[in-house]
């Protein structure tokens, strides 16, 4: 049974920073490639960041680069992110994903196949 927990969510002021962990299971974390998706209430669930298998191919969200950095522990079957110059805009449940690794790195919420139940950032003003 494949398992993604979620941790390190909370609440900040703006400006500050926050650290995302995801700890995989039930699955053999070196062969997908994982990523980071944000929902906001009233809002489709959104792309943030994704690394391939091996960390060598990395993408972000627009809105999110420069201040976001996404990275993985294959000895320790994580995936982290690290979120300064936090915004209250980037007030979100974080979901943590992973697909098989034998595509790129993807974008879409469809293409991925498993997903954790998510985490709270809330970024006051």
């Known amino acids: 049974q494949v398992q993604l927990v979620e941790s390190g969510g909370g609440l900040v002021q703006a400006g500050e920073s926050l650290r995302l962990s995801c700890l995989a299971s039930?699955?053999?974390?070196?062969?997908?490639?994982m990523a980071w998706f944000r929902q906001a209430p009233r809002k489709e669930r959104e792309f943030v960041a994704a690394i391939n298998w091996g960390g060598r191919s990395i993408a972000y969200a627009d809105s999110v680069k420069g201040r976001f950095t996404i990275s993985r522990d294959n000895a320790k079957n994580t995936v982290s992110l690290q979120m300064n110059s936090l915004k209250p805009e980037d007030t979100a449940l974080y979901y943590c994903a992973a697909h098989v690794a034998t595509n790129p790195i993807e974008r879409d919420t469809r293409r991925y196949d498993f997903w954790g139940q998510g985490t709270q950032v809330t970024v006051s003003s």
């Open positions: 039930g699955l053999t974390f070196s062969q997908y490639n």
